[in-house]
Every structure is written in structure tokens, then in C-alpha cells.
């Protein structure tokens, strides 16, 4: 399955969360951090999904719910996801199934997140696990410093534009910037110790 990476911003938008279990509950923080407007519909919900600013329907999911939704996120049983799907088919709205990948159009990945660097890793609903997996490895991997790498970027950016460099050579430049962050902390000859 050929899929298409991208991150959506769902800062003030209606996002539809079906289901009222711990799945959805784990799926509540990611979508308030995004600044999403969540309503959760589900005959029975967990404290966990009962915060402020949440709108809560507690009933069974119907097609109506998905009424100017942006986004939506099934968690709930897989015949529930079912209908949540055919719903959206309509409407022509993509589908998270958590869990479920028969009845989503859409899949999350492992997520790494660090300053303003976010990079998500997918295995097309197969394995969530070794996403998982993959995450924690990118986690220890990448710099702690990634906030200093993004300030370089953005000033070199800004004299690439005013110098119209093209895109072409940009990156070899960037490289080089950021090499240079790292050769002001190391030592020179002339400052290490004598031996």
C-alpha cells in the first residue's frame, strides 16, 4: 500500500474521537496539543476523556456527528469503526481506525517530537509496535540540541533569500552551518593540554 505523508493542522477545527474507552482516551492529549476543537461520542466515557473544553455526546456514534468534522478518530469497536467509516466515505473525510487498519483511511505513526522538529514514522497500520520501536530508536539518536539546528536554519534561510541562493544549493550550504555550531564547542590545537 502506497500512502502520503502529511501533518495536519487541526488548530480550531472540529475533530470527531468515537469511541469513550482507554484507546480513545490515549488519542484525547495528542489532538488538545494540536489545538483541535475534539468531540467525543460514546455510550459510555471514561473520566480520562471528560476534560474542559471537550464536548461529550454520550450515545451511540450516528452519520450526523461528522457534520463539519475535519478530522476523525475511531476508537471503538470494529463495527462501530465500520459504520464511522461509511459515514466518512460520504462525506468524503478520512478516517483514523486506532488499531484497526480494515476501517481507516488514514494511520498514525510513532512520533518523535523534539523543539519544534516532529518526525513520524508509519507502517501502513501493520505493525503500530515496531513504529513504536523505530520511535525510540530516532528519539536517542537524534541531537538534544535540535532547537539550535532549527535558529541556524532559519538565519541561514533568511540570507539565502535576501542573497536569492538557489534551491539547489542550500543544503551542502546548511550542512556546513551546522557543522560550524559543532566546531565552536571543540577544542583547538593551541587550547588543549599539554601532554
Known sequence: MNLYPVFLRLSGRKVLLVGGGTVAAAKLDGLLAAGADVT???PEIRSELRVPGVRLLERAFEAGDLDGAWWVVAAAPPDVNRQVQAAADERQ???NAADDPAHADAYLGGVVRRDDVTIAISTGGRAPALAGLLREALD??????LGRWLEAADEARRQWRTEGVPMDRRRPLLLEALNQLYDEKRPTPDSQPPK
Open 40 to 42: 467525543v461520542v460514546a
Open 93 to 95: 473525510l478520512f478516517v
Open 140 to 145: 536517542g539518536w537524534l541531537p538534544q540540541d
